[in-house]
């Protein structure tokens, strides 16, 4: 009698610590399952702010002209050192502001009546500027200078035919020197652009200036009127709204556009030896070239760096 009572204690003891154990590895699952859960989330915050991404751009050296007028009923322009700081500006944020998934500054233009002087068209565009806040200090051909961007048309518009709207992503644009001005009697600075490179249909177009009498000298070739347009270059590769790469290489008397690091525009002519005479400065983001009602183009920038 004793014994059987002995086994049958010890079956309720074995029972008690099966239970028991069974309880521990329960727990232990439990408690793994949390630990799992917890690294989930914990990975799944890592990957959400993984996804917050800045721009690669320095305004430091760049003012900015947008489609809005200021009090002055003239384009609103932001100088450094307030550009820096532009995605807080409210009259900037429909304008210019940072796409943070992709990794942008988005620049947004339509037709309003802002328009800069000596056009008929609207702009949010950078303004290089070589001392910041000051416009008098530029660059020669001789001097030389490098641009290279990183960017993708976002949005565009399109005409009654269907066919998107243009706009000139980037530019380097002529300059009188004070001395010039006065010797030629303009009552400003402006000279022609030596470059505009469009986003055309998809694809990317080059234009220059070509210098009509060849003999020219100062001060006739300091003239608007002594340069016409030329029959402009297409790239061969088609952009579309994929993201691509644009260097502008300029020295004395040439200047290259690279597309995508494979493609190359080389002009060394005359025409870029004459074209020394002027000082310039880089231009980059959406000179929009249309007024048709409604439209608009958005251009995104992931980088755009210049060195001279």
Same mark, same amino acid.
């Given at each position: 009698?004793?014994?059987?009572?002995?086994?049958?204690?010890?079956?309720?003891?074995?029972?008690?610590?099966?239970?028991?154990?069974?309880?521990?590895?329960?727990?232990?699952?439990v408690s793994n399952s949390d630990v799992k859960v917890e690294k989930q989330k914990?990975?799944?915050?890592?990957?959400?702010?993984?996804?917050?991404?800045?721009?690669?751009?320095?305004?430091?050296? #760049?003012?900015?002209?947008?489609?809005?007028?200021?009090?002055?009923?003239?384009?609103?322009?932001?100088?450094? %050192?307030?550009?820096?700081?532009?995605?807080?500006?409210?009259?900037?944020? %429909?304008? =210019?502001?940072?796409?943070?998934?992709?990794?942008?500054?988005?620049?947004?233009?339509?037709?309003?009546?802002?328009?800069?002087r000596n056009t008929k068209y609207t702009r949010s565009e950078l303004r290089e500027? =070589?001392?910041?806040?000051?416009?008098?200090?530029?660059?020669?051909?001789?001097?030389?200078?490098?641009?290279?961007?990183?960017?993708? =048309?976002?949005?565009?518009?399109?005409?009654?035919?269907?066919?998107y709207h243009r706009v000139i992503i980037m530019q380097i644009h002529g300059r009188?020197?004070?001395?010039?001005?006065?010797?030629?009697?303009?009552?400003?600075?402006?000279? %022609?652009?030596?470059?505009?490179?469009?986003?055309?249909?998809?694809?990317?177009?080059?234009?220059?200036?070509?210098?009509?009498?060849?003999?020219?000298?100062?001060?006739?070739?300091?003239?608007?009127?002594? #340069?016409?347009?030329?029959?402009?270059?297409?790239?061969?590769?088609?952009?579309?709204?994929?993201?691509?790469?644009?260097?502008?290489?300029?020295?004395?008397?040439? =200047?290259?556009?690279?597309?995508?690091?494979?493609?190359?525009?080389?002009?060394?002519?005359?025409?870029?030896?004459? #074209?020394?005479?002027?000082?310039?400065?880089?231009?980059?983001?959406?000179?929009?070239?249309?007024?048709?009602?409604?439209?608009?183009?958005?251009?995104?920038?992931?980088?755009?760096?210049?060195?001279?």
């Amino acid at each position: 009698m004793s014994s059987f009572r002995n086994i049958i204690l010890s079956a309720i003891l074995l029972m008690f610590l099966s239970v028991n154990a069974n309880c521990q590895t329960q727990k232990d699952n439990v408690s793994n399952s949390d630990v799992k859960v917890e690294k989930q989330k914990k990975k799944k915050k890592k990957k959400k702010k993984k996804k917050v991404k800045l721009p690669d751009i320095d305004l430091s050296h #760049w003012k900015v002209t947008l489609p809005v007028t200021n009090d002055k009923g003239k384009p609103y322009e932001i100088e450094p %050192p307030e550009i820096e700081d532009f995605a807080s500006n409210e009259i900037a944020k %429909p304008y =210019m502001y940072i796409d943070s998934t992709k990794g942008a500054i988005v620049f947004h233009a339509m037709p309003t009546a802002s328009k800069t002087r000596n056009t008929k068209y609207t702009r949010s565009e950078l303004r290089e500027q =070589m001392v910041p806040g000051e416009n008098n200090v530029n660059w020669t051909f001789k001097d030389g200078a490098y641009m290279k961007g990183k960017l993708a =048309m976002d949005e565009v518009s399109r005409d009654d035919n269907g066919k998107y709207h243009r706009v000139i992503i980037m530019q380097i644009h002529g300059r009188l020197t004070n001395e010039q001005r006065d010797l030629i009697g303009e009552d400003d600075n402006n000279a %022609p652009p030596i470059l505009k490179i469009y986003w055309d249909k998809g694809k990317i177009r080059v234009k220059t200036k070509l210098l009509k009498n060849l003999n020219a000298q100062v001060p006739e070739i300091l003239h608007e009127d002594a #340069w016409d347009d030329d029959e402009g270059f297409n790239f061969e590769q088609e952009v579309g709204f994929s993201k691509f790469t644009l260097e502008v290489k300029v020295s004395d008397g040439k =200047m290259v556009i690279i597309l995508n690091g494979n493609e190359y525009k080389v002009y060394e002519n005359i025409h870029m030896k004459k #074209w020394g005479v002027f000082e310039n400065y880089f231009k980059a983001g959406n000179y929009f070239q249309s007024r048709d009602e409604g439209s608009y183009a958005k251009v995104r920038y992931y980088e755009l760096e210049v060195s001279h």
